[in-house]
């Protein structure tokens, strides 16, 4: 399965076809992922922003978006009702 919040991104569409009462939550190697731009399962990755020691997102050195770094492992993505 790939979720993203990227409308260019292949899992954007599945991400849009989520009922507005289901929420996903991403795990990178049993460890919750905050951050999340993308997940797939299958390919084992997530893209994440990047945070500052305060939690705030960085922006790249161009000033035209946000820094993403891509981390490797085993994805799982939990739909939760809200």
């Known amino acids: 399965m790939r979720l993203s919040v990227s409308q260019g991104d292949p899992g954007y569409r599945a ?5 507005c009462s289901v929420r996903p939550v991403v795990w990178l190697d049993g460890e919750r992922v905050s951050q999340c731009v993308t997940a ?3 390919r084992g990755f997530v893209l994440v922003h ?3 020691q305060d939690g705030k997102v960085q922006i ?3 000033r ?3 820094k993403k770094e891509r981390r490797y492992g085993r994805v799982e993505i939990v739909l939760v009702r809200t």
């Open 60 to 62: 790249n050195a161009k």
């Open 50 to 52: 990047v945070v500052n």
């Open 15 to 19: 991400y849009r076809g989520l009922p």
């Open 40 to 42: 797939d399962t299958r």
């Open 64 to 66: 035209t978006d946000t």
